[in-house]
T-cell receptor, first 120, second 113 residues
Framework: GAVVSQHPSWVICKSGTSVKIECRSLDFQATTMFWYRQFPKQSLMLMATSNEGSKATYEQGVEKDKFLINHASLTLSTLTVTSAHPEDSSFYIC????????????????FGPGTRLLVL | KQEVTQIPAALSVPEGENLVLNCSFTDSAIYNLQWFRQDPGKGLTSLLLIQSSQREQTSGRLNASLDKSSGRSTLYIAASQPGDSATYLCAVFYGGSQGNLIFGKGTKLSVKP
């Protein structure tokens, strides 16, 4: 149980195009999903918190107009990288917290397999 | 600033060895600490979660300890196997309304047959 999927697993695009990444909780409902980014040899860094039915909360330094997040249902959050540039090339991972989990929000995050983005 | 540091950055051992991975955090007011395993193309798998009130957790050949006052955690892997080869991440949660995990950069483990 508690599986999170991401699609696509990797994507190559030209500079200036937009890329949408989907994050789905397959067998549970998640009111909150998180989007992380990992540059080579760096730590995973939280980009934003996505709450179902409301606007996402972005971490300092993350441009909300560039990284559009939509959390339209309890099982799906999408991250759209708008007008992608080579510096946006990174590994993007989402996670979801389980409603009614034993420890509450933030204590049990289930991670997706990640999406590797390469912008040429 | 809340930071998590993992040492060593990489480790290569022969099969069968017992090994220890280290994690330190600058702010000891943690809510909990997790150890994850990251495999290429497979995302993150949670291995062990230690609450701030706990001192250790065990799962199979894995044992994680927590010394909150000194800001340290260790992950002990007994009788290592080639299948243990992966990057191991330590992440700290400080609570609050946002589920913000602070990750270390990881230790890349290679277990050679």
């Amino acid at each position: 149980g508690a599986v999170v999927s991401q699609h696509p697993s990797w994507v190559i695009c030209k500079s200036g195009t937009s890329v949408k990444i989907e994050c789905r909780s397959l067998d549970f409902q998640a009111t909150t999903m998180f989007w992380y980014r990992q540059f080579p040899k760096q730590s995973l860094m939280l980009m934003a918190t996505s709450n179902e039915g409301s606007k996402a909360t972005y971490e300092q330094g993350v441009e909300k107009d560039k990284f559009l997040i939509n959390h339209a249902s309890l099982t799906l959050s999408t991250l759209t990288v708008t007008s992608a540039h080579p510096e946006d090339s990174s590994f993007y991972i989402c996670s979801a917290t389980l409603i009614g989990g034993p420890y509450g929000i933030g204590e049990t995050q289930y991670f997706g397999p990640g999406t590797r983005l390469l912008v040429l | 600033k809340q930071e998590v540091t993992q040492i060593p950055a990489a480790l290569s051992v022969p099969e069968g060895e017992n090994l220890v991975l280290n994690c330190s955090f600058t702010d000891s007011a943690i809510y909990n600490l997790q150890w994850f395993r990251q495999d290429p193309g497979k995302g993150l798998t949670s291995l062990l979660l230690i609450q701030s009130s706990q001192r250790e957790q065990t799962s199979g050949r894995l044992n994680a300890s927590l010394d909150k006052s000194s800001g340290r955690s260790t992950l002990y892997i007994a009788a290592s196997q080639p299948g243990d080869s992966a990057t191991y991440l330590c992440a700290v949660f400080y609570g609050g309304s946002q589920g913000n995990l602070i990750f270390g950069k990881g230790t890349k483990l290679s277990v050679k047959p």
